[in-house]
């Protein structure tokens, strides 16, 4: 299974740009990059996924590099409420078309007053 | 449009007992994903199910856990004869169309089980 790799922490000060990195070296071709985040111990919360391109939705950006073994998860202007554990999962494919994420061990970000 | 919801939220048990954590998923969803997470650490995949059928369950210990999704009603997680290890939060997560093509999950609030 594919593995990802995250720094553990990281802070950011409020309003600027959120950089968080994630290794995915041994990705194989048909499997997807998702983020999440997990808030205070709440269920993980939907970020973005991807494949090969570059995705943006209201929340972030997602860039992934040419080879996929890495991604950047953006968030553009952080705010107090983007203080959660940001985990990179790669979804990873079983027989029958089945698939699961496997979670990595996620960073947590600290955006500071 | 509820959200995938959980419950109880929190769970006590004294060594030996049974514990049952029930899963309603979003309206539509017919597959769901059951997930531990220890203290400090990420979430580790268990089962996933799909109406009636038990899909891919590589991730369930060999003994004391079970899952089910009825035809009718939540799904079930089983955990019998619990021990102190068992202490984790499990969360729960539908999808509509499983993940392939890129669908994504949507979790619910978890259930704390604390075994004394």
């Known amino acids: 299974d594919a593995k990802t790799t995250q720094p553990p922490s990281m802070d950011c000060a409020e309003g600027r740009a959120a950089n968080l990195p994630c290794n995915h070296s041994t990705i194989s071709g048909n499997e997807y990059v998702y983020w999440y985040r997990q808030i205070h111990s709440q269920g993980p919360q939907y970020i973005i996924h991807g494949l090969k391109n570059n995705e943006t939705n209201e929340m972030a950006s997602l860039i992934i590099t040419e080879d996929r073994k890495s991604s950047t998860l953006i968030l553009p202007h952080a705010t107090l409420r983007d203080t959660a554990v940001y985990y990179c999962?790669?979804?990873?494919?079983?027989?029958?078309?089945?698939?699961?994420?496997?979670f990595g061990t996620g960073t947590r970000l600290k955006v500071l007053a | 449009n509820a959200g995938v919801m959980q419950n109880p939220r929190h769970l006590v048990r004294r060594r030996g007992q049974e514990a049952r954590l029930r899963c309603s998923p979003m309206?539509?969803?017919?597959?769901v994903y059951w997930y531990r997470q220890l203290p400090e650490e990420g979430l580790k995949f268990m089962v996933y199910?799909?109406?009636?059928?038990?899909?891919?369950e590589s991730g369930m210990p060999k003994e004391r856990f079970s899952a089910e999704f009825p035809k009718e009603g939540p799904s079930i997680l089983r955990i019998q004869q619990v021990v102190r290890g068992d202490s984790a939060a499990y969360f729960c997560a539908s999808s509509p169309r499983g993940l392939a093509g890129g669908n994504e999950q949507y979790f619910g609030p978890g259930t704390r089980l604390t075994v004394t």
């Open positions: 309206k539509g969803h017919s597959h």
């Open positions: 199910l799909q109406k009636e059928n038990i899909i891919d």
């Open positions: 999962i790669v979804r990873v494919g079983g027989g029958s078309g089945t698939y699961k994420y496997i």
